[in-house]
């Protein structure tokens, strides 16, 4: 079957870094988004990683293992404002995306 | 309109009844979709649309429609309306021309079932 894992919830504090980690197994692979969802809102999107590696993008960054299943996204500099969700969400070989339930980040002054 | 549009914001709705769920983008994008979000749980797919005159279903389809007679709109019908379709529901749209799927979501329809 298709299975996300994501850590349900973090904490961290303001001006600080987070890494938040992201696993997946999905039947074929074309790439996994990133994306941020404050509460009461609509997600948007944050990055897109297709090779292995890192991209960065300001603030945020978003790294891809293929032949690991394992993706991360780290936020540098950290704002209240970053206080969100941050959903993990792979593409399968239908070009559908596979949503896992995101990570909950809290952020303390 | 500029992106994409729900309607309604939110709604209450007695068990039994029928809804459609308003959806319409004016970016040109080939591809809608239906997602529902529950708490605890990631967003499901309900229904989607690679282009206008054909749609699929998602992960959950069952008690609910949808149809695409045109690029700009998808709207989302419950039949008759059950407590467990009590969600959040997203609409989303992605270009689906190549490889690259970014989607954009509407704002969300709240709904209560009764």
């Given at each position: 079957?298709?299975?996300?894992?994501?850590?349900?919830?973090?904490?961290?504090?303001?001006g600080?870094i987070?890494?938040?980690?992201?696993?997946?197994q999905?039947?074929?692979?074309?790439g996994l988004?990133?994306?941020q969802?404050?509460?009461?809102?609509?997600p948007?999107f944050?990055s897109?990683?297709?090779?292995?590696?890192?991209?960065e993008?300001?603030r945020?960054?978003?790294?891809?293992?293929?032949s690991?299943?394992?993706?991360?996204?780290?936020l540098?500099e950290?704002?209240?404002k970053?206080s969100?969700?941050?959903?993990?969400?792979p593409?399968?070989s239908?070009?559908?995306?596979?949503?896992g339930?995101?990570?909950?980040?809290?952020?303390?002054? | 309109?500029?992106?994409i549009?729900?309607?309604p914001?939110?709604?209450?709705?007695?068990?039994?009844?029928r809804?459609?769920?308003?959806?319409?983008?004016?970016?040109?994008h080939?591809?809608?979709?239906?997602?529902?979000q529950d708490?605890g749980?990631?967003?499901?797919l309900?229904?989607?649309?690679?282009?206008a005159g054909?749609?699929?279903?998602?992960?959950?389809?069952?008690?609910?429609s949808?149809?695409?007679a045109?690029?700009?709109?998808?709207p989302?019908t419950?039949a008759?309306?059950?407590?467990?379709?009590?969600s959040?529901?997203?609409?989303?749209?992605s270009?689906?021309?190549?490889?690259y799927?970014?989607?954009?979501?509407g704002?969300?329809t709240?709904?209560?079932?009764?």
């Amino acid at each position: 079957g298709q299975n996300i894992d994501q850590p349900t919830e973090m904490t961290a504090t303001e001006g600080a870094i987070v890494q938040i980690n992201c696993t997946y197994q999905t039947s074929g692979f074309n790439g996994l988004f990133w994306y941020q969802q404050h509460a009461g809102e609509a997600p948007t999107f944050l990055s897109y990683n297709v090779l292995d590696g890192l991209e960065e993008k300001g603030r945020f960054s978003s790294f891809l293992s293929r032949s690991k299943g394992y993706s991360y996204l780290l936020l540098k500099e950290l704002q209240m404002k970053d206080s969100a969700s941050y959903l993990c969400a792979p593409f399968d070989s239908n070009y559908q995306l596979i949503w896992g339930a995101g990570t909950k980040l809290i952020i303390k002054p | 309109i500029a992106g994409i549009t729900q309607a309604p914001t939110s709604q209450i709705l007695a068990a039994g009844r029928r809804m459609t769920l308003r959806c319409t983008q004016d970016m040109r994008h080939n591809a809608m979709y239906w997602y529902r979000q529950d708490l605890g749980l990631g967003l499901r797919l309900i229904h989607y649309s690679n282009t206008a005159g054909t749609t699929g279903k998602g992960e959950v389809p069952d008690g609910y429609s949808v149809s695409r007679a045109n690029t700009d709109d998808f709207p989302l019908t419950l039949a008759s309306a059950v407590p467990s379709q009590t969600s959040v529901y997203f609409c989303a749209s992605s270009l689906r021309d190549s490889s690259y799927n970014e989607q954009f979501f509407g704002p969300g329809t709240r709904l209560t079932v009764l």
